[in-house]
């Protein structure tokens, strides 16, 4: 079985441009969670995709922003860059979403770097 | 209070021994504790997860649980040198959370030959 892919696997941007990444959750998963990694913050939680619905959502400005499709494939988007939006952008799949027995899976990440 | 709580390290073992890995968690109603190895510059790979109090072990891991005290920990016996890696504590809240799984900052582990 495939595992979790993620879209593109490196990413360069200038402030003030906007990016989107791709995440394909395994095959028969329906949540996406999408998390930023940075070695000052470590992993921290920016939303969750269930049915194509957003269940949670961290503590992010609005500048960051998601969706999920049909097909349980979820993108996320960061508008108006800034240099702290470096990072690697992680993104985990699960079977079930509100079960306690639901571990998570991560693709590969993406690499943004904002210059 | 940092809501998952992990020693930074970097903690350092010589190859055979036990390596002891440490988790706080704030949540009380907390339900689900995952142990995730992160390789440098790899993504977080799932190596244990426990949802009851007491013990679970799976192969030279062992994962502890203990709700009363809100600490959980991971025991690696034998370490090799390939178990070197940044070991992440991730615990999941109360049922009504959905997947809203939250991180410690992990402890870097370095086994020596």
């Known amino acids: 079985k495939a595992g979790v892919t993620q879209t593109p696997r490196y990413l360069i941007k200038t402030r003030g441009q906007q990016v989107t990444l791709s995440c394909s959750p395994i095959s028969g998963h329906r949540s996406v969670s999408w998390y930023q990694q940075t070695p000052g913050q470590g992993l921290q939680f920016l939303f969750e995709y269930f049915s194509e619905t957003q269940r949670n959502k961290g503590n992010f400005p609005g500048r960051f922003s998601g969706r999920q499709f049909s097909n349980s494939r979820s993108e996320m988007n960061v508008s108006t860059l800034e240099l702290g939006d470096s990072a690697l952008y992680l993104c985990a799949s699960s079977k079930l979403s509100g079960s306690s027995y639901n571990e998570q899976f991560f693709g590969p990440g993406t690499r943004l770097t904002v210059l | 209070q940092k809501e998952v709580e992990q020693n930074s390290g970097p903690l350092s073992v010589p190859e055979g021994a036990i390596a002891s890995l440490n988790c706080t968690y704030s949540?009380?109603?907390?339900?689900?504790f995952f142990w995730y190895r992160q390789y440098s510059g790899k993504s977080p790979e799932l190596i244990m997860f426990?949802?009851?109090?007491g013990d679970k072990e799976d192969g030279r891991f062992t994962a502890q649980l203990n709700k009363a005290s809100q600490y959980v920990s991971l025991l690696i016996r034998d370490s090799q040198p390939s178990d070197s890696a940044t070991y992440l504590c991730a615990v999941k809240g109360q049922e009504t959370s959905y997947d809203k799984v939250i991180f410690g900052p992990g402890t870097s582990l370095s086994v020596i030959p």
């Open positions: 426990i949802y009851s109090n």
């Open positions: 949540d009380r109603g907390s339900q689900s």
